[in-house]
């Protein structure tokens, strides 16, 4: 079946540092990807998104890479700050609302 | 604009029992969706509609049942609690419409079944 996956389950960085958190995907007809971040004790909120027709795609401190030959795609956070701390998921959006989570992995900031 | 809520914040069933666990969004999307998440893991799509009236299957929706009689409601009901569905979760409603997207997600309902 169809499955998003993340590589590391954890990540910690310095602060300051930039981050980067990858994700695979297995189904080479997914379209639609959204980054996601939780933090403790509340619900998913959507970071980022990229479509198949783009390579790249930036917001605020921000970056998502896609890799259609390799089915992978990266999430990038510049100057990672002690508020990125959380669990990070990338996930397959498909038709009807409906979304196809990785594990995630969890970024923790030092100090 | 309150977004997507979700009654009760916790709730503990003894096995056996049913219970409804309320979604609302005043967005006036039309996909809602319910998850569950386990410690440690990702969210499991239960199930989703796409409109009033429209209810279909996720990946984990046997115990649950749906169904949407408004644009604004979707709730979820447990038919017979096991501990198997002790778990967190969350609703999540999103438009159909072209441009910018996003889905947004209620702040969860955390279930323990003993």
């Known amino acids: 079946g169809e499955s998003v996956g993340l590589h590391l389950p954890t990540l910690s960085v310095q602060e300051g540092d930039n981050s980067i958190i990858n994700c695979a995907y297995s189904?080479?007809?997914?379209?639609?990807f959204i980054w996601y971040k939780q933090e403790s004790g509340k619900g998913p909120q959507f970071i980022i998104d990229?479509?198949?027709?783009?390579d790249k795609r930036q917001g605020q401190r921000v970056t998502v890479l896609l890799n259609k030959t390799v089915k992978h795609l990266s999430l990038q956070i510049a100057a990672t700050q002690p508020g990125d701390s959380a669990v990070y998921f990338c996930?397959?959006?498909?038709?009807?609302?409906?979304?196809?989570f990785g594990q995630g992995t969890e970024l923790s900031v030092k100090p | 604009n309150a977004g997507v809520t979700q009654t009760p914040k916790f709730q503990v069933l003894k096995t056996g029992q049913s219970m409804t666990l309320q979604c609302a969004q005043d967005?006036?999307?039309?996909?809602m969706s319910w998850y569950r998440q386990d410690p440690g893991m990702g969210l499991r799509l239960i199930h989703y509609?796409?409109?009033?009236?429209?209810?279909d299957q996720g990946e984990v929706p046997n115990g649950y049942n749906v169904s949407r009689s408004t644009t604004e409601d979707f709730p979820l009901r447990l038919l017979s609690a096991a501990p198997s569905q002790t778990s967190v979760y969350f609703c999540?409603?999103?438009?159909?419409?072209?441009?910018?997207?996003?889905?947004?997600f209620g702040p969860g309902t955390r279930l323990t079944v003993t």
């Open positions: 999540a409603s999103s438009s159909s419409g072209t441009g910018d997207y996003e889905q947004y």
């Open positions: 509609s796409v409109g009033a009236g429209i209810t």
């Open positions: 967005m006036n999307h039309e996909y």
């Open positions: 990229i479509r198949s027709n783009m």
């Open positions: 996930a397959e959006n498909k038709w009807g609302g409906k979304l196809i």
């Open positions: 189904n080479s007809a997914s379209d639609y």
